[in-house]
């Protein structure tokens, strides 16, 4: 089963391509038609004002992703928790609502337990993006998308993260069509869809060049993942996917809070990975990072190819393909993935099953 692959990591990492792509073409006319969503997607989608999602691990993730693009590309409030907060908590809920839930596997416990405390609020429906058919929660939601990621067996979520992206950047087409996304608009985002899969192919390409990279990790106790904007989200991707599988301790923040506290950790045991930075922003990144130059601090970046950033001393730049701004969180994750794997392997540890995790996690 696993091929000319190592890993099952490995080889769910190189299938994003494929799987990217089927989960766009699970719908047939995202510009007209909602069926692809569930029986009954167009009614609910009719009455959605708000969108609330609870979800866990990789897929909370996904959520805060999603949240930046229902609000800029749809106009519409969302809100993002993950479950095991969502489900204890007092809230005040706001009048058309759906409530989202997002699960590869579809069991996770405190995923569900927010669906079925779901009663007691007010929602225009529920809905839940799963990889797994007849889950728990694809049975007891009222709308479905099922990702296209196919069988997932590394413990590490890889490939069900990027298809949930894809469904959620379809949901907010969806949504925002009804709250004046223009046609063009909706047009030019599944125009950037139609290309991820390129995109992903070639930043697969990089995957030597993102090994040797990794090399400087292997020693290291500690990482920081900064991104800004719809990059933080996938900063927290990539450090939880470090942390898990090469048993580093990895953090991310926002770029802007660098210097709010986490800076006076940079030292040389510090490496600071920078997720797709501007050029301001990484002027002022490289600025922090020569107060403590002195300490031996190292940045890596990795940004567009098109921005022109080149690697000089304690600074390393991995050129990523130059992509439309929508789809970077997906394509940028791809190169955080093998970021994490390739550390891991030389660490030896055991990428496809790491200590103390569970595929599922069916208890709370
Ligand atoms: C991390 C990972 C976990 C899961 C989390 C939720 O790589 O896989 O954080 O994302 O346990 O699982 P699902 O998506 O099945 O609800």
Redesign the pocket.
């Known amino acids: 089963e696993l091929g000319a692959y190592d890993h099952y990591m490995l080889k769910e990492i190189y299938d994003q391509p494929r799987a990217l792509a089927a989960t766009f073409h699970a719908c047939d006319n995202l510009l007209r038609d909602d069926s692809c969503f569930g029986d009954g997607a167009a009614a609910i989608f009719d009455r959605v004002n708000n969108v609330q999602i609870a979800?866990?691990?990789?897929?909370y993730h996904a959520g805060m992703v999603a949240r930046y693009w229902l609000e800029e590309l749809a106009g519409i409030a969302c809100e993002v928790e993950v479950a095991s907060e969502f489900r204890y908590r007092k809230r005040v809920q706001h009048e058309g609502t759906l409530l989202l839930t997002?699960?590869?596997?579809g069991?996770?416990a405190d995923?569900l337990a927010a669906l079925r405390n779901a009663g007691e609020h007010e929602f225009v429906g529920t809905m839940v993006i799963a990889n797994v058919d007849n889950s728990s929660l694809v049975r007891e939601s009222d709308l479905v998308f099922l990702t296209r990621a196919g069988a997932e067996i590394g413990?590490?979520?890889t490939k069900?993260f990027t298809t949930q992206l894809v469904a959620l950047l379809m949901l907010t087409i969806a949504l925002g069509r009804r709250r004046g996304m223009s046609p063009e608009k909706q047009q030019e985002v599944i125009n950037a869809l139609q290309r991820l899969p390129d995109f992903v192919e070639e930043t697969l390409e990089l995957d030597t060049n993102i090994q040797q990279l990794s090399e400087a990790f292997i020693p290291k106790h500690h990482a920081l993942f900064l991104g800004r904007g719809i990059q933080y989200p996938i900063a927290m991707e990539g450090s939880?996917?470090l942390k898990?599988i090469s048993y580093i301790h990895a953090e991310a923040y926002p770029a802007g809070e660098l210097k709010h506290g986490p800076l006076a950790l940079v030292d040389d045991d510090m490496p600071v990975v920078a997720v797709a930075p501007g050029d301001e922003l990484l002027e002022k990144l490289k600025s922090n990072l020569e107060e403590v130059r002195s300490r031996g601090g190292e940045l890596f970046v990795f940004a567009d190819r098109a921005a022109g950033f080149s690697s000089e001393p304690r600074v390393k730049v991995l050129n990523m393909p130059h992509c439309p701004e929508v789809i970077k969180p997906i394509v940028y994750t791809v190169a955080l993935q093998l970021l994490s794997y390739h550390v891991a392997v030389q660490k030896g540890t055991d990428v496809d099953k790491p200590r103390n995790l569970a595929k599922?996690?069916t208890v709370e």
């Open positions: 979800a866990c691990g990789t897929s997002i699960s590869q596997s069991e996770t995923t413990v590490a979520s069900a939880l996917k898990e599922s996690v």
